[in-house]
């Protein structure tokens, strides 16, 4: 399987006997220390006793609960998960730094006009991209809730999987730009145009002015500015952003990819975004307006969900899939030996690359004159 060559074996904090062996430690530690105060005869403060119990029982519960998840693969991932160290801030293409292989940088952008806080969005730009004058395509790309617009840099590996399959000449070098979805970490907005609060869907996915994602792309990068030159993806509830606003703007976008996704916001996102009118309830749930859209292009979909899903979560997918072929799309599904973690995003980061690829316009493809944006 790709993915599996490409992600390969468990990393090392991720490996359960990571956790494991912090917890014998521990219980080996505390053991020792009391049969050697035992011995010595008992003393009256037993405070490093506690506090080695406490910091390692805690720290392998941590790691435990990172185990399951998948998100800090390497000690290096340390850093960055701690706002230690991260991409050069840029405005676009005039400051970049130097050189030829692949970058990530970072933009601040917001949009008082949206409501939307300014945030920090990550760009990765493929290797020749600074030594060139071409065009490249533009992945949008949405990671899940609770999270932060860098989880697919730090959890998903996303530069170095995408350096191997560009290198490989299995996915066509692009751009791939990781907006804020959840306005700092806690927000469950789902991407959803909020009746009194931020219009995340316009900011994700408007053209027309540079205060919204794909506009400053395209007025500050080498973007191919039209639906062939775009794609969304996602995982878990980025997954239903990207599957919710590529059915909504089919015009702006020529592929899905979605990672574990939902069919609707959930109860939570729906009361407080879009406080239960009917109107934008319908508007986005997926199975309930799907079966009356009318596409005036294909829209070609990935569907990836985990085997160890709940059976609703299964469930839903599978009618994800029915209902997209119903309506003529082309759906590609797949499953990952996984549960809803980010372990199913790295099992599931190169065929959802590859297949983006495929549906892309190679890069110094020119955007005609007068096409809409």
């Given at each position: 399987m790709l993915g599996t060559a490409l992600v390969g074996p468990p990393t090392p904090m991720t490996s359960w006997w990571v956790p494991a062996g912090v917890m014998l430690g521990t219980v080996a530690a505390v053991v020792g220390l009391v049969v050697l105060r035992w011995r010595r005869g008992r003393p009256r403060r037993r405070s490093p006793i506690v506090v080695i119990a406490v910091v390692g029982v805690v720290g392998g519960l941590l790691l435990g609960l990172n185990s399951y998840a998948g998100y800090v693969t390497t000690p290096a991932a340390i850093p960055p998960v701690l706002g230690f160290t991260g991409p050069p801030r840029v405005h676009g293409d005039r400051d970049l730094p130097a050189g030829r292989g692949s970058a990530v940088v970072s933009v601040r952008l917001g949009s008082p006009r949206l409501s939307v806080p300014a945030q920090t969005m990550y760009v990765y730009l493929p290797p020749g991209y600074r030594g060139d004058t071409r065009r490249y395509p533009v992945l949008y790309l949405y990671g899940g809730w609770p999270g932060r617009s860098n989880d697919w840099l730090?959890?998903?590996?996303?530069?170095?999987v995408l350096d191997e399959l560009i290198a490989r000449g299995q996915a066509r070098p692009m751009i791939v730009a990781m907006p804020d979805t959840t306005l700092g970490g806690l927000h469950d907005t789902e991407c959803l145009d909020a009746v009194s609060g931020p219009k995340l869907e316009s900011f994700l996915t408007g053209t027309a002015a540079d205060d919204t994602v794909p506009g400053y792309l395209d007025r500050h990068f080498r973007t191919i500015a039209d639906r062939r030159g775009r794609a969304l993806a996602g995982m878990s509830s980025g997954g239903f952003c990207a599957l919710n606003l590529g059915l909504h703007h089919t015009g702006r976008f020529g592929s899905i990819a979605a990672l574990e996704p939902y069919p609707t916001a959930g109860a939570g996102p729906e009361s407080t975004a879009l406080q239960d009118r009917p109107d934008l309830l319908r508007h986005n749930r997926i199975l309930d307006y799907l079966p009356t859209m009318r596409f005036a292009a294909p829209v070609p979909v990935l569907l990836d969900w985990p085997r160890h899903a709940s059976a609703p979560e299964r469930r839903d997918n599978v009618r994800l899939a029915a209902a997209l072929r119903a309506c003529g799309q082309h759906v590609t599904t797949r499953t990952e030996d996984s549960a809803h973690t980010w372990h199913l995003a790295q099992l599931a980061a190169p065929?959802?690359?590859?297949?983006?690829?495929?549906?892309?316009?190679?890069?110094?493809?020119?955007?005609p004159r007068g096409t809409p944006r």
């Open positions: 730090i959890a998903g590996r996303l530069r170095a065929a959802m690359l590859t297949f983006v690829s495929a549906h892309l316009a190679p890069a110094g493809t020119v955007t």
